[in-house]
């Protein structure tokens, strides 16, 4: 399992406001057909799933801002995938919460 980060930034739509096109983003995300987890975040959206089917993902996703009438489009991604055991955003996060814990 893949998780990947995807930050996507509308560029040429007269305005510094991203929200509309953060939400249109989200709820395509969310009407995906591909079982993915994902997490909004404030700086960008964290996805899981099959790597093959989170970049069929992505790439619908960077087509959303301009359906909304950006002019141009930026997206990056950061792809985390593991292969010797299998991870998720829980595990990464759990991982690091055990890490935390003061030593006996």
């Keep these: 399992m893949a998780i990947v980060q995807v930050t996507i930034v509308p560029l040429g739509t007269g305005t510094p406001s991203v ?52 002019l141009r489009v930026s997206t990056s991604i950061t792809i985390d995938d593991r292969r010797d055991k299998i ?5 990464k996060l759990d991982s690091v919460a055990e890490k935390l814990k003061p030593s006996p």
């Excluded at 079982?35 to 996805?47: A, D, E, G, N, R």
């Design 19 to 70: 929200g509309e096109y953060v939400a249109a983003v989200q709820r395509t995300l969310e009407q995906a057909p591909e079982k993915v987890k994902w997490q909004l975040t404030p700086m960008s959206t964290i996805i899981e799933g099959d790597l093959d089917e989170l970049l069929a993902v992505v790439r619908r996703l960077h087509e959303v801002p301009f359906a909304s009438g950006a």
């Design 87 to 91: 991870g998720s955003m829980q595990q």
